[in-house]
């Protein structure tokens, strides 16, 4: 079987890619962020008989020597290391454009020289801004709405460039909002379930008008791995969606009602996003996926939802509902 790194194997969706590749009987290496702790992040959580089969390189995408030290003898990569959160990046740009512009870079340039078979760049709705139409296709217009976003379509078009201009074999793979059991509680589903299971009666909120389209994790990973099973996806920006959306309101009444159907929600002026960088619907078209791989959802919104509830449920300690996470 193919042998493949995932960067960012210890986040939220590479943990949960890691853990398929696995499964599905790849050689996986995978990179993750070097820490004095020796903390492989949500890798840590894996059942022992898996984590032993995958290979762990502790680097920095950051860095360009050790990205390409991390790649070599890789067939593959799924390149998902990046900052992610977008009130994080108003304050510390810079720390997203290093990781999200110059990382992608290091894994092109690596990729470059070491003729990588297929690399995966991740990609985000997010780079689409609200829709100016819908679904929104993968034609759709940029725009940049947070420094987050900014720095995503710079290494979205820097993997464009290294296909065009070098004939690398890169995809660009675009999942729209992904929720799922590891998640963040900077991400506003964890953010509302944590609080109810605490045990709070008002759950605080920013805009509750935006809507998203969400993808369960597991749809996610499979997405990524059948966009790298396929010949026609060289080249090509691909959506992951389920081409429904939700508004945060409706999504938060969904989960009360699962939870403590008592509880009320607050809006919390300190979440909400400066005006003009709110994006305010998202709606993803899947055509193209569908059409060039055998990829379909294969949960629902509410079986997503039980089961990453009955996730945080077990997992709640890891969490500090108090604050407002960044």
Same mark, same amino acid.
């Given at each position: ?18 853990e398929l590749l696995v499964e599905q009987g790849y050689d ?24 032993? +089969?995958?290979?762990?390189?502790? =680097?920095?995408?950051?860095? @360009?020597? !050790?990205?390409?030290?991390? %790649? ?13 959160? #977008? ?6 740009? *810079? ?7 110059? !990382? ?10 070491? *003729?990588?078979?297929?690399? %995966? ?10 829709a100016q139409y819908v679904p929104i296709d993968e034609k ?6 947070? @420094? ?5 379509? !710079?290494? *979205? ?14 995809? #660009? ?7 799922? @059991? ?16 605490? =045990? ?17 994790? $597991?749809?996610?990973?499979? =997405?990524? #791995? ?22 945060? &309101? ?7 009602? +699962? ?24 709606? &993803?078209?899947?055509? $193209?996926?569908?059409?060039?791989t055998d990829w379909r959802p294969q949960y629902t919104f509410? +079986? ?23």
């Amino acid at each position: 079987m193919k042998k493949v790194l995932v960067t960012g194997s210890d986040g939220f969706i590479g943990s949960h890619l890691t853990e398929l590749l696995v499964e599905q009987g790849y050689d996986v290496k995978a990179f993750t962020y070097y820490n004095s702790f020796n903390n492989w992040g949500w890798l840590d959580t894996l059942p022992k008989d898996k984590l032993d +089969q995958i290979e762990i390189f502790s =680097g920095d995408i950051r860095d @360009p020597n !050790g990205v390409y030290e991390a %790649m070599k003898g890789v067939e593959q990569v799924f390149h998902l290391a990046a900052l992610i959160a #977008i009130p994080f990046s108003y304050h510390s740009p *810079d720390s997203y454009v290093d990781t999200n512009i110059k !990382g992608t870079l290091n894994v092109l340039q690596a990729a470059r020289k070491l *003729d990588t078979e297929k690399i %995966m760049i991740t990609s985000t709705s997010e780079v689409y801004g609200t829709a100016q139409y819908v679904p929104i296709d993968e034609k759709h217009p940029y725009q940049g709405q947070s @420094p987050y976003s900014a720095t995503k379509i !710079g290494a *979205d078009r820097l993997a464009e460039s290294f296909y065009r201009s070098f004939e690398m074999p890169v995809t #660009i793979v675009r999942p729209f909002n992904t929720y799922g @059991p590891r998640q963040s509680a900077r991400a506003v589903i964890p953010t509302i379930i944590t609080q109810l299971l605490s =045990g709070k009666e008002e759950i605080r909120l920013g805009s509750l008008t935006p809507t998203r389209d969400f993808n369960f994790v $597991k749809d996610t990973a499979n =997405g990524f #791995i059948a966009i790298a099973k396929s010949d026609k996806t060289i080249g090509q920006e691909i959506n992951i969606a389920t081409q429904q959306e939700i508004s945060i &309101g409706e999504l938060a009444e969904e989960i009360i009602k +699962q939870i403590n159907p008592k509880a009320k929600i607050v809006c919390d002026e300190q979440r909400l996003r400066p005006e003009k960088s709110e994006v305010n619907r998202l709606l &993803g078209c899947n055509k $193209k996926i569908m059409e060039l791989t055998d990829w379909r959802p294969q949960y629902t919104f509410s +079986q997503g939802i039980e089961e990453t509830i009955a996730w945080l449920r077990d997992n709640l300690q890891s969490y500090k509902t108090d604050i407002y996470n960044v």
